[in-house]
């Protein structure tokens, strides 16, 4: 398990959404959502069956 504390880039994503990044993490998240849209951790995409969360 990994956790960590991200905060908005002032950016967009790739994927239209506002970018967030911390930690070795970059995240597009869809604020009304709160869906992660796309994610790198240390630079490289999740595998197929990893799961992420947003939480507050």
Do not use: K, N
């Not at 995240?27 to 009304?32: E, G, H, K, R």
């Not at 959502?33 to 939480?55: F, H, Q, S």
């Amino acid at each position: 398990m990994r956790s960590a504390v991200v905060e908005a880039t002032g950016e967009m994503g790739a994927s239209g959404y506002p970018r967030y990044a911390g930690h070795g993490i970059v995240a597009d998240i869809d604020p009304s959502t709160r869906t992660i849209e796309a994610m790198l951790v240390d630079g490289a995409e999740l595998d197929y069956g990893l799961t992420a969360l947003v939480t507050s």
